[in-house]
């Protein structure tokens, strides 16, 4: 079975400072991995996908992602962040079965940008 | 490229009323198609999905129903709403492993 934890269910970061925001998964065998973005009333939006061929995924928005197999995490950064960057971010893992893929997300991160 | 469009944006509808939510996608074709409901509090959960024209998996059981009836065309239906039934309604299309969301529709069930 699949299993994602996000570790913080809010980050507040001020302007131009670093991001992490924290995620734990649990699979029964290699995963696709994903983190989207969420801005109030709007739909997701994919930010990045790892599916092996690289630990380090790069995203858009300047967001990236170190897929580590020893330590379960898919931690999401971004150096320096924006006032835009607030919004809620969702770590995702995906599985497949009865002919298509399901995804099974984690309970979200509500990020805060301070100016 | 590929696009999904949603409506309505947003619905008010009083308790006992029937429902209609159409989900379309533009420049692909046999995608698998699916819906969520997203409540305040409670994270995405999958309603439905479907991996070819007539072909529907319910995840949850309530009174909700879809189904598609175009190969790119999927419908969320309700005979009688619910106050529980309201919440954030995304469509989302997937060509492999990762989903595609569109914009949603926000309904309030008063």
């Known amino acids: 079975a699949q299993s994602v934890t996000q570790l913080d269910s809010h980050v507040s970061v001020s302007e131009g400072t670093p991001v992490l925001l924290r995620c734990n998964y649990s699979?029964?065998?290699?995963?696709?991995l994903f983190w989207y973005v969420q801005h109030p009333n709007k739909g997701l939006q994919l930010l990045l996908k790892y599916t092996s061929a690289a630990t380090l995924v790069k995203g858009i928005n300047g967001f990236e992602a170190e897929f580590k197999k020893s330590e379960t995490s898919f931690h999401l950064t971004k150096p320096s962040a924006h006032m835009s960057d607030a919004a809620e971010y969702f770590c995702v893992v995906s599985y497949s079965g009865a002919g298509s893929y399901q995804l099974t997300f984690g309970k979200g991160t509500k990020l805060s940008v301070i100016p | 490229s590929q696009t999904i469009h949603q409506w309505p944006a947003t619905l008010v509808q009083p308790v006992g009323s029937p429902l209609s939510l159409e989900c379309t996608v533009e420049?692909?074709?046999?995608?698998?198609l699916y819906w969520y409901r997203q409540a305040a509090g409670r994270g995405l959960q999958l309603l439905f999905y479907?991996?070819?024209?007539?072909?529907i998996s319910s995840e949850v059981p309530q009174n909700l129903s879809a189904s598609r009836p175009q190969d790119r065309q999927f419908i969320l239906s309700s005979k009688k709403l619910l106050l529980s039934d309201s919440g954030f309604y995304l469509c989302?299309?997937?060509?492999?492993?990762?989903?595609?969301f569109g914009p949603g529709t926000r309904l309030t069930v008063l």
């Open positions: 989302a299309w997937s060509p492999l492993d990762e989903q595609f």
């Open positions: 479907s991996v070819g024209i007539g072909q």
């Open positions: 420049g692909t074709s046999n995608p698998n």
């Open positions: 699979s029964s065998y290699s995963p696709s």
